[in-house]
């Protein structure tokens, strides 16, 4: 089995910074892909941005790309989510995710942890 266990999520101001974390435990050697999902309310949950474990390639949705960068560190089995510039918009819950490349979306998920922006 595999476990995530996220954290750094909270209430900011727009404009603000944030960081989440994402560490992930169990039989992880296969899945090669780690990315950050977030679902607001009444919305439809997204791929905010992944990235690839081998040679740490990325994917930014178009609303994040330039204020959100995601990073990884193997030895630790830990992705990052820096968030900058944040803005009322980017309020939602946020899901970490490990899994294969190009299938993120039907790996292991995290128990989500919640981003709220105001204005």
């Known amino acids: 089995q595999v476990q995530l266990v996220e954290s750094g999520g909270g209430s900011v101001q727009a404009g603000d910074s944030l960081r989440l974390s994402c560490v992930a435990s169990g039989r992880t050697f296969s899945l ?45 089995n830990t992705v990052y989510l820096q968030m900058n510039s944040l803005k009322p918009e980017d309020t939602a819950v946020y899901y970490c995710a490990i899994g294969i490349h190009g299938n993120l979306q039907n790996g292991y998920w995290g128990q989500g942890t919640q981003v709220t922006v105001s204005s």
């Open 32 to 76: 090669n892909a780690m990315g950050w999902f977030r679902q607001a309310p009444g919305k439809e949950r997204e791929l905010v941005a992944s990235i690839w474990r081998i040679d740490g390639s990325t994917y930014y949705a178009v609303s994040v790309k330039g204020r959100f960068t995601i990073s990884r560190d193997n030895v630790k």
